[in-house]
């Protein structure tokens, strides 16, 4: 049992307005000094990393869908442990998840971290009704500790004080913020939510200024006041972490990531595991022209490779090197954006971009999501990444489609699947993980910790790969 201050922030629903408040809230409270460690609920990159910045740290995702409860609880101890207060920002509705009893829910993951909860309401054209709306979420669920409200888009002091004295009178519940309509959306936002942190220019001056406005219009003292009279932390004390691989030689092998513009969606906790496992992480990049250092391995993450797609096609001799590297056996990993690179062609507003080529596969952009939400697939093609049999469980949101009819599946180039979707769109009819050599890419995104295999299977496989090309040199 340890003691973490903590609290866990909540809307009623997505666009409610908690991310503006958690970023807020975060950067207001480390302007004074303390030192938060971030947490983003649910498979979210975007506002995971805007998250981060506004506390200084790596955010940590946490979701009780990718990891099972212990796992989740021991990550959550050990990256908030040497903290001053632990923030959650929750994602959707506070009470939705995968079924009727709300699985995988915010509320869910405030209980299982015995956290305070602080709910967001979005009071636009509402004044009485809001407390109406409260008391229900007060007892819709037992054992949820709903320790405060925060107003959000009210309209003046006349609507927050018919709001606040209604809420505080039918409810009990105390009111702790009460922030204003805000003219313009400070973060701009695409089809995928946020800008991300890496295409909008003078993140630190939008941080600051929303942590103005939420100083001015938040009790950060209260809410201190209530993360920090909590109940102890029950930690399962669980080891999360894979024991490293070490070779014969005591060298660790080299996996890159893909880390620019268009590649950029990786869970914190992945890079780390296979840190842990025993690999060295360099970053390269698809769009920069320079030479890459000697690699055992390349991870590439999601992102948003349609925004890139011109410098990536114009970057002819990275496509030619990472598409030499799988046809020589490289370990090569791939979610996502990072699939749609490796795909002969990538189409988006009427033009054909060329691609890496490594899978006789094509993609298309188009205007609404065509994979939104958890996924689940079983592993029924052989793979050096994932064991038959295997259950994975992940999440996907892609705009882009694999195309079924493709010019570059004729001639004896017909791709292999690995996966069988259960849950979730893959790539077509039902499949998902696309496999040729060593190279495996699904647009289905995976949590390290819920499949501890992966980053050891990745590692061992990229030392194989270094010390067959040493023996071939010495040969």
């Keep these: 049992m340890i003691r973490i201050p903590r609290i866990v922030l909540a809307g009623l629903s997505g666009g409610a307005g ?3 408040v958690s970023l807020g809230l975060t950067r207001a409270w480390v302007n004074r000094g303390l030192c938060v460690a971030p947490f983003k609920k649910g498979p979210d990159y975007i506002d995971a990393a805007w998250l981060g910045l506004a506390a200084k ?15 989740m609880a021991a990550l959550f ?6 903290a001053d207060l632990a923030f959650v920002e929750g994602n959707r509705g506070l009470f939705d998840g995968g079924d009727l009893q709300g699985s995988f829910s915010t509320s869910q993951l405030a209980r299982r971290l015995a956290s305070p909860l602080i709910l967001v309401l979005d009071a636009t054209k509402m004044t009485r009704t809001a407390a109406a709306i409260v008391q229900g979420c007060v007892g819709f669920e037992p054992d949820l500790n709903l320790a405060g409200v925060i107003l959000n888009r009210t309209a003046g002091e006349r609507h927050r004080r018919i709001l606040r004295e209604a809420i505080e009178h039918y ?15 400070p973060i701009p936002e695409r089809h995928m939510g946020l800008i991300s942190s890496r295409e909008h220019a003078g993140q630190e001056a939008i941080l600051e200024a929303i942590a103005e406005v939420v100083s001015e219009n938040c009790d950060l003292e209260r809410l201190l006041e209530i ?3 909590t ?4 930690d399962s004390g669980r080891d999360i972490w894979p024991k490293p691989f070490i ?10 990531y893909v880390l620019d513009a268009a590649l950029w969606f990786y869970y914190q906790e992945n890079l780390e595991t296979l840190r842990r496992a025993g690999a060295d992480l360099v970053e390269v990049s698809l769009l920069s022209e320079g030479e890459w250092p000697e690699l ?5 993450g999601g992102g948003f490779p349609e925004t890139q797609a011109q410098a990536l096609t114009v970057n002819a001799s990275v496509r030619a090197r990472v598409l030499a590297l799988s046809r020589a056996g490289m370990p090569i990993y791939a979610e996502c954006g990072g699939f749609m690179y490796l795909c002969e062609e990538l189409h988006a507003e009427g033009v054909v971009y060329p691609m890496a080529g490594v899978f006789p596969l094509a993609t298309t952009m188009c205007a609404r999501p065509q994979g939104l939400g958890y996924a689940e697939a079983t592993v029924f093609g052989e793979n050096i990444f994932h064991p038959l049999g295997a259950t994975l469980k992940g999440h996907e949101f892609h705009y882009s489609r694999c195309l079924a009819e493709s010019r570059f599946t004729g001639h004896g180039r017909k791709p292999a699947f690995a996966l069988k979707m259960t849950r979730g769109a893959g790539m077509l009819n039902g499949l998902d993980g696309v496999v040729s050599d060593n190279t495996f890419a699904a647009y289905t995104h995976i949590h390290a910790l819920g499949a501890p295999h992966w980053a050891v299977n990745f590692v061992r496989a990229a030392e194989r790969f270094r010390q067959d090309r040493t023996d071939m040199s010495i040969a």
């Design 77 to 82: 101890a050990s990256k908030a442990r040497d």
């Design 296 to 300: 055992d391995g390349l991870y590439l």
């Design 231 to 234: 109940m102890a932390f029950e």
């Design 171 to 185: 409810t009990g519940v105390p009111v702790l913020g009460e922030l204003p309509k805000l003219r313009d959306n």
């Design 247 to 256: 070779s014969d030689s005591g060298i660790r092998p080299r996996i890159g």
């Design 18 to 20: 908690k991310t503006i």
């Design 57 to 71: 740290r790596q955010a940590c995702n946490l979701d009780p869908f990718l990891m099972d409860s212990e796992a």
């Design 227 to 229: 993360a920090s009279n």
